[in-house]
């Protein structure tokens, strides 16, 4: 067996799928080594307080709000995951105090405004189409932002133009078929690695973009209990 058959077979056993032609769920992609799992914390209702006991964000909760485990929304939440576990080295992220950026992906979008509590209604969620596979997350309190990208190599090369082919054609089945196994390949690479060797995290010394004012629903967040446990 050639190499790279032999790490596309490690991938897949390392995520409990039997070929490369099985079509990967949700929860095949939740139980990933690697799948991003974040611990938050937000206002306990409209006009109150931050809470004081964390919830557990996990892709299975993603693809109920998107709905479905695609390659954007897996690819998305890791990185975000990654670099929010930069800005908030206790483990707890506390989405009233994040100003995110993105590119115009629905997936991507989904992913970052889900784990970030960034809102484009109210300007703290920015949608940048140059941005690429990329994300920036702003944490309000300290200042700190950073950049997360997706390494180069880690897309399969063929997906955007199979992608780009696909939306210009009808009910395309095999082609359908086809997109969906490379979309396939490139979650299995991401949940199947440490995110250290799929993205890059830098530091930046400031948000590139206007930042908006905190969410209106965030208002009376530091009322009361003041943030999350440590």
Known sequence: MQRAGLVTFALLLSLGVASAQAPLNTAQAAAAKFAP???VVDTVSSLGPLATVPQTVTLTDLVRYHGHPCD??????????????????DGVVDRTDLVAATNAS???????????????????????KDLGDA????????????????????????LPGLESELRSR???RPL?????????????RVLAADPAGVFTVAALPAFPYPIAAPRADTLKARCGPAGPPR
């Open 176 to 188: 359908m078929a086809r997109v969906a196994a490379v979309q396939d390949e490139l979650i299995r």
């Open 37 to 39: 799992v974040v611990k």
């Open 170 to 172: 009808g009910c395309d």
């Open 72 to 89: 954007g929304l897996v690819v998305a939440a890791a990185g975000v995951a990654y670099g929010l576990a930069r800005l908030f080295p």
């Open 135 to 158: 994300w920036i997350l702003h944490r309000r309190s300290t200042g700190a932002t950073v950049r997360v990208g997706l390494k180069p190599g880690i897309k399969p090369a063929e």
């Open 106 to 128: 629905p997936c991507y979008g989904d992913a970052t405004a889900y784990l970030t509590g960034a809102r484009a209604r109210y300007g703290t969620l920015v949608v940048d």
